[in-house]
């Protein structure tokens, strides 16, 4: 039950940080913080921030290539030397993932030394 207040307060975090245009990072911090909190294992901190910052992520950024009708994400994939725009979607989404990931893994990991080896 935990987990489901973890993802859904990742989700959270990431739709206000794109709504209030703050930095790719602070989803990271909303993960720890929610991960601290929460009682969860090391591993659900990280796989289920993970899992919800990709989606956000990856819905975003895919919205953002079809209101620009790829035209954007495409002429990035050039730079980037990658075949499509698309690809750029899902590095986006995969970087936000692991980014929040890694922030559930911190504050789930801090709540455990805490609290002295107790889950």
Same mark, same amino acid.
């Given at each position: 039950? +935990? !987990? ?6 990742? $989700?959270?975090?990431? $739709?206000?940080? %794109? *709504?209030?245009?703050?930095?790719? +990072?602070? =989803? ?9 909190? &929460? =009682?969860? /294992?090391? @591993?659900?901190?990280? +796989?289920?921030?993970? %899992?919800?910052?990709?989606?956000? /992520?990856?819905? *975003?950024?895919? *919205? $953002?290539?079809? %209101? ?6 495409? !002429? ?9 725009? /698309?690809? $750029? ?5 995969? /970087? ?8 559930? %893994?911190?504050?789930?990991? &801090? @709540? ?6 107790? !889950?």
């Amino acid at each position: 039950m +935990y !987990r489901l207040f973890l993802l859904l307060l990742v $989700l959270l975090t990431c $739709l206000v940080t %794109l *709504y209030l245009d703050w930095p790719w +990072y602070v =989803p990271a911090f909303g993960a720890a913080v929610a991960a601290g909190l &929460l =009682p969860v /294992w090391r @591993r659900s901190g990280f +796989y289920f921030s993970f %899992l919800a910052a990709v989606m956000m /992520w990856g819905c *975003y950024a895919g *919205y $953002l290539h079809l %209101l620009s009708e790829g035209r954007l994400g495409d !002429r990035l994939a050039v730079t980037f030397g990658v075949p499509t725009g /698309w690809v $750029l979607v899902v590095v986006t989404a995969l /970087w936000g993932g692991l980014t929040a990931g890694l922030g559930g %893994l911190l504050g789930a990991s &801090l @709540r455990i030394a805490i609290a002295g080896g107790k !889950r």
